[in-house]
């Protein structure tokens, strides 16, 4: 499958966020970080489904998905004037009732449609449920993979010292540059995804990337962090302290396990 095919729901994905696009710098800026979000995220499946070699059926499903993943941010910023879950509403479940009330994915059959939205709806929850079926599961893992990828850089750009903070994106989070919170460390040495919850500073933020590296579900999502060198450069800007140093060596130790 090539770009060309998808250039009728990259147009109305585009027009959508278009609508909700505000007259303040600021939110247009915020709109526009995310559309930019989706379109890459929509790359990196690309990517993921040819260096895999999936099958078309999972590949459409898996390119729609990624393209449509985050379709309910622009309804949930337009009304809540925040990207945070937690403060707003579940942005996945927004997708999903968007995409419904919109009729965006007309074009698909049903098949291909349910196993969209199964993956709009569950890109964003910690956990994919262990008996989901391959139809659904496989665009679901290639989409949370592509998400993961883009995130990772995007949000490198938000942290790295002396960079312009945007509370948005960062969710409002502190920068205490000595400060690690011990209940995300655990987590991360015991071998779990961080949990949201627990985040107190920009820290925080960078140890709940780093593990990420446990849910990466396709051997060319883990090429792409290495060969990126997200990870080291998360770590690099978190304090010398040895239960860092553990997290250095746990996560990076898990990244080269295939």
């Given at each position: 499958m090539t770009g060309m095919d998808m250039e009728a729901p990259v147009l109305a994905?585009?027009?959508?966020?278009r609508e909700h696009f505000s007259p303040d710098a600021q939110d247009?800026?915020?709109m526009a970080l995310k559309l930019d979000h989706c379109l890459r995220v929509f790359q990196e499946a690309e990517t993921i489904t040819i260096r895999e070699g999936l099958q078309p059926d999972a590949t459409r499903r898996s390119l729609w998905a990624a393209l449509f993943h985050?379709?309910?941010?622009?309804?949930?910023?337009?009304?809540?004037?925040?990207f945070d879950d937690r403060k707003s509403t579940d942005h996945g479940s927004l997708g999903v009732r968007?995409?419904?009330r919109r009729g965006l994915l007309a074009a698909l059959d049903e098949h291909d449609r349910k196993a969209v939205l199964a993956a709009v709806i569950l890109h964003n929850k910690r956990f994919l449920p262990p008996d989901l079926p391959d139809w659904a599961a496989v665009p679901a893992r290639v989409v949370r993979d592509a998400d993961k990828l883009d995130i990772f850089q995007v949000m490198i750009e938000h942290l790295r010292?002396?960079?312009r903070n945007n509370p948005v994106v960062t969710l409002g989070l502190h920068d205490e540059p000595a400060?690690?919170?011990d209940a995300l460390v655990e987590q991360i040495l015991a071998g779990k995804l961080g949990d949201y919850a627990r985040m107190r500073t920009l820290n925080d933020f960078r140890l709940l990337l780093c593990s990420w590296v446990y849910d990466l579900n396709f051997p060319a999502s883990r090429q792409a962090v290495e060969e990126r060198g997200h990870l080291n450069e998360l770590l690099d800007d978190l304090p010398d302290l040895q239960k860092i140093r553990r997290v250095r060596e746990t996560v990076l130790s898990a990244l080269e396990r295939k």
């Open positions: 994905l585009v027009g959508f966020a247009r800026a915020n985050d379709v309910g941010r622009f309804p949930q910023y337009a009304t809540h004037k925040t968007t995409l419904k010292p002396g960079a400060v690690c919170t």
